[in-house]
């Protein structure tokens, strides 16, 4: 037995067959061609399945597919992507036409957070959360080994829970979300603020002008026991902590999973969010703790989730 | 077909026999022995059902209960609750020694919620989230038309989400939940904050000392136009808003539906809420919005939605 999963980017679209241990056996990838609009993309996204399966093939049993923006996963439908151009595409529906199996569709982030939790950090566990530190702040909610995202497929929007009212702009347009502290972007805002404000620290040595910041300086320069970048590191990690504590007391789940460029840190981050979370968690001594741990699937995760939206109905 | 709920709180139990429309038809009460312990109590929980129900009846088919504390609803055990003075108690096994049929149990607050989103103001959604703003911020989470409490039964602590990172002191330990600006003990603070630093505030008039102060106090003033009753209501709105935006992004459900005290407000609380939360949804404009709906059950929510434990497995 074996699915498709597609996992439709703004520049490519990915394809592979995935086999029910959430391996990538076979692949294929074709350039999204967002001019051409929605049904020549649907066209491509058959022809693309069709090079990796063959349709006759009684143990291919599903597809499943990762899309970016407001996915209607219970219609199979995309309402809006703006960087695709797409709205109201009937995607599960258009794409039944050209190969008959079963289609599921989801949101990108929160498929990828089902792949990572069924197959990759998450797969000793069977509730997770999981938090992609990129450009925004993306993440998935996987519960009962379930992808749980909100009705119509449009909750899990992790990033965008405010957590300093009338803080930092986000760009979702409300301000303080977690997302504006603790997104690569916010961690490189806040690094060449405290570079500004101190021009005797070490990051500028590692970063020699405010363009070569990256989300390494504060790290890398906090290790080396500059004040300015442990400032920057401290503060980080305090929004990341208390972002993970609101998702446990909400969730409680039995691990939170972080994935996103941030992570290369590994348990340099992970050891201080640890320390960080267990002063503060919520509730009696014999409450159940989450665990804190690093994506493994990097980008297959959108992949092997999306196949994971048929696995998850077996 | 019916079910009894059991409501235990810290000076008295409830039970109710409920039908499968939500009407308690019959019910009793006893006082809770806290000094006796808990097979004391539980003792007292099955001569309470007993005196409502007779057990030859095949019509009545389970029991469900909502107790105070870190309830394993998994497993039937309240693991603490610190206001009965109990730790690591079996009360699904101990009961079922006593009452032959199937138990469930789960946290009195989210076993509330239950109650008001099967049988009061959400039972036309299948999403609802609902906050009780009284001495704390309790609430619950119903998806699909089920409880959904997280791991253990130990999530759906919707109080305890930081919105403002350093902010108030919440009685949780940490600073600047939800619960620390929404609760009517927030309320009250933040009025007496008002009028001590506005000597001429109407406010004294309503309520001449501090201690006097109630939840009414800064919402009946903001009606009379006084500028710093008006400030105190602004806040709480702003607070209690951004709480409610962050629900709608992590859950998207089709209701919020507020409880406690602070509700006596009506339309005047709802209308402002709306105006705060249409301004500031995240996504497109056709993503689905959240009704806000005021709690029509009142203190029958617990014995409701205790019966509502059985009730959603059937």
Redesign the interface.
Known sequence: MYCVGIDIGGMSIKAGVVDKRGNIVKKNTVTTDVAAGPKKIIDDIGKLILSIVDMNDRDFVGIGIGCPG?VNSAAGTV??AYNLNWR?VALAEELSRIVNRPIKVGNDANVAALGESMYGAGRMYT?TVVLTLGTGVGGGVV?GGKL?D???G?????G??????DGEQCT???R?CLEAYCSATALMRDTRKAMTANPDSAMWKYSPTLEEVSGLTAFECCKQGDAAAKSVVDRYI??LG?GM??FA??????AIILGGGVCGQGDYLIDKLKDYCIK?E???A???RFDILIAQLGNDAGVVGAAGLIYELI
């Open positions: 407001a309402d809006c109201n509730d519960l749980y909100g009705n119509e449009k909750g899990g929007e992790l965008h829970m405010v957590i300093q009212v979702c347009g409300r303080g305090k929004y208390e504590l609101n007391n909400i969730f409680r789940p039995q503060r919520y509730g009696f014999g409450m159940p």
